[in-house]
């Protein structure tokens, strides 16, 4: 089955002082229910919760509004499902918001998140697939540490750029850090990611890591690569020749940093591949100065205009 494809709209509000005050995210995608009921064509809570009605930023007016969609084919669960274009939208349109505001990303990431405390979904009487509080405070802290892991504000090479993204994904809280390297004709390269993950209690830390591992680079595939497209009632795409997905010497180097937690053990294979995307995005930005709010980018940019 396939994953599914989705068209967002986000709008922010600024008072006089520059600070976000409003927020509107409007989103429609098939929803995976229309592969069991073919009438379904709204989105279901358990996947609006992946993200969309759980966001953490501590602005006064929020709203979330949703709207039809027609499958045109069987939509299945992809790993990291609705957080994937969820995460997309809400961490590059924040990016954008810090730009706007002539402020820097991080700095604007970490001030929309506001006060440490509890997001209980459930109590707020939305029906969500985790009905765990959301600790914002966590967030905050792997957002920091990847930062500055990652040497955040370092003087970078020309035609190099920064993006930070984070997200709560499978009770699990994590952060990454892009640097992409974009060269005169629109070819680009990603030399190096960060990526952290507080995922609660952890056994096995090696295989934490390979999951993450992993994740930057199932992340780096589908925002560069992975297109699945129709023509005539069929797939055109038959295999891994024209289904790209990232080879070895595309691979960045890739440094996880693990949070040591008490805390209950949460999801680990697929909370790190939502903040890959937004954080590449934000870096190409950074780079280049143009937005790219449509994937997969391709391996090269149209930096005309």
């Not at 820097?104 to 998140?113: A, F, K, Q, V």
């Not at 280049?288 to 709010?293: D, K, M």
Request: hydrophobic fraction near 40%.
């Amino acid at each position: 089955y396939f994953h599914s494809v989705s068209a967002q709209r986000l709008e922010a509000g600024l008072d006089a002082e520059g600070s976000v005050v409003a927020w509107r995210h409007r989103l429609c995608y098939p929803s995976i229910m229309s592969t069991f009921d073919p009438s379904v064509r709204e989105a279901a809570p358990l996947e609006l919760g992946l993200g969309a009605q759980n966001v953490p930023y501590a602005i006064p007016n929020l709203r979330l509004e949703t709207g039809p969609a027609d499958a045109k084919v069987r939509i299945g669960w992809l790993r990291s499902v609705c957080n994937i274009f969820q995460s997309f939208g809400i961490n590059a349109f924040s990016d954008e918001i810090a730009h706007a505001r002539g402020v820097d990303p991080l700095e604007n990431l970490l001030e929309l998140l506001g006060p440490d405390r509890e997001i209980d979904v459930a109590a707020l009487g939305l029906e969500a697939t985790e009905n765990y509080p959301f600790e914002t405070g966590r967030l905050r802290r792997i957002i920091q540490r990847v930062a500055d892991e990652a040497g955040w504000g370092r003087n970078l090479p020309p035609g190099h750029g920064l993006g930070i993204a984070g997200q709560y994904s499978f009770l699990s809280y994590v952060a990454a850090v892009v640097e992409v390297a974009v060269q005169d004709d629109g070819s680009w390269s990603v030399p190096r990611v960060d990526i952290g993950i507080d995922c609660g209690t952890y056994v096995n830390p090696d295989r934490v890591r390979a999951q993450q591992e992993g994740a930057v680079i199932f992340g780096l595939s589908l925002a560069r690569d992975s297109l699945i497209t129709a023509a005539n009632g069929r797939i055109e795409q038959g295999n891994y020749n024209d289904y790209r997905v990232l080879r070895i010497g595309q691979a960045p180097e890739t440094r996880v940093h693990l949070v040591d937690s008490e805390a209950p053990p949460a999801g680990v294979g697929e909370p790190g591949v939502p903040p890959i995307a937004p954080a590449l995005v934000n870096a190409l930005f950074t780079a280049t100065g143009r937005r790219f709010r449509e994937l997969p980018l391709g391996p090269r940019l149209d930096l005309s205009g």
